[in-house]
């Protein structure tokens, strides 16, 4: 699984308020009006910045904050291909893998807003293009990896009829 974009830099503790404010939140479930507001307290009119399959880049702890599912939600609707964080807070982690929006842990310290970044999930890497660097992430198990691939835990289920991942294996 590669993902080809340019990074989004952003820094520690992005909590969920931040990724869509509550103001929106719950105001209305509807994805396609949420996504607009992605990132907006921190960078106003991010959701117009971006391009699909490209990167949100952070530091620690993101997605600290509520266990809201919107904030992953928001994410993946608005076509980041992956978010890239030193950490993340463990609920946003899980929900996140579970809708299918890769989250890596991987040092970002040298990753810089616009470089062009490609990430192979299987190989365990980013690669920094725009500086000629290779990153390894903290791995992903197969089984995430397989739930990704499928786009989420329900497509997972839907394939394998279970969530025991024995039955995958």
């Known amino acids: 699984m590669q993902l080809i974009g340019y990074a989004h830099k952003f820094g520690d503790n992005v909590n969920t308020d931040y990724i869509i404010s509550g103001k929106y939140k719950f ?10 507001h992605l990132m907006e307290d921190l960078r106003p009119n991010f959701y117009y910045e971006i391009k699909k399959g490209d990167f949100i880049v952070a530091g620690e702890n993101f997605g600290c904050g509520s266990s809201r599912e919107q904030a992953p939600l928001v994410i993946k609707q608005a076509g980041i291909g992956a978010v890239l964080a030193k950490s ?6 899980r929900n996140a893998i579970n809708i299918g929006l890769p989250a890596i842990e ?4 040298s990753i810089e807003e616009g470089d062009s970044l490609k990430v192979d999930l299987e190989k365990g890497i980013v690669e920094n293009i725009t500086k000629n660097q290779v990153l390894k992430i903290h791995p992903l198990s197969p089984e995430m990896l397989e739930i990704l691939k499928l786009g989420g835990l329900v497509n997972f289920y839907k394939k394998y009829g279970s969530l025991e991942f024995k039955k995958f294996n």
């Open 106 to 109: 991987v040092s970002t310290d």
């Open 88 to 93: 993340f807070a463990r609920i946003f982690f």
């Open 27 to 36: 105001a209305t479930i509807d994805m396609n009006e949420l996504v607009v």
